[in-house]
C-alpha cells in the first residue's frame, strides 16, 4: 500500500464519525492497538521535542524501509502517533521524505487539537522527516 492510499484509508475511515469525541476515542483506540516500545528504546534520544506529552519514536532501517515504533504517556498522543506509524511505517526514505501527509488536513485533526498537541504532532511529522533524510544517504 502506498502512502497516499494508506492516507486515503485513513480519511475513508474518520469520514465514518461525524462527531469529535467518536474520532478523538478512535484516536484512544488506535493508541491501544500500538504494539509495544521496548523500554530500552524509551530513552532521551528517542524523546520528539516539542511535545507536550512524552513520546518516543523509534526509527529502524530494514532492506531500505524505514520502520517505526513509538509510544507515548498520553492515550491521544499516542492515538496521534500511531496513526502517523501506521501511514509512513515500511516506505522508503525518498517516499517518507517526498510524502504530502494531507490526511491530516482532510480529517480535521491539526484543527481539532489543543495548540500543545497541535505543535507537538509538527513535531512528530519534523522528526519523521528527519529520520527520512538521515536515513536516505544508506
Not at 532501517?61 to 515500511?90: C, M, N, P, Q, W
Not at 512528530?124 to 544517504?137: D, G, L, P, R
Request: some cysteine.
Amino acid at each position: 500500500m502506498t502512502i497516499n492510499e494508506a492516507q486515503d484509508a485513513v480519511i475513508e475511515e474518520f469520514e465514518e464519525f461525524d462527531d469529535w469525541m467518536d474520532r478523538y476515542q478512535m484516536l484512544i483506540d488506535l493508541g491501544n492497538d500500538l504494539a509495544p516500545l521496548e523500554e530500552k528504546y524509551k530513552n532521551e534520544q528517542n524523546l520528539i521535542d516539542g511535545c507536550q506529552s512524552r513520546v518516543w519514536l523509534q526509527c529502524d532501517y530494514v532492506e531500505g524501509h524505514l520502520v517505526f515504533t513509538a509510544d507515548s504517556d498520553a492515550l491521544i498522543t499516542k492515538g496521534i502517533i500511531a496513526l502517523l506509524i501506521r501511514v509512513i511505517s515500511g516506505h522508503t526514505p525518498k517516499e517518507i521524505m517526498d510524502a504530502d501527509l494531507y490526511f491530516i488536513e482532510k480529517i480535521g485533526l491539526r484543527q481539532h487539537l489543543s495548540p500543545t498537541r497541535s505543535n507537538g504532532l509538527l513535531s512528530m511529522v519534523k522528526q519523521i522527516k528527519a529520520y527520512s533524510i538521515a536515513f536516505s544517504t544508506k
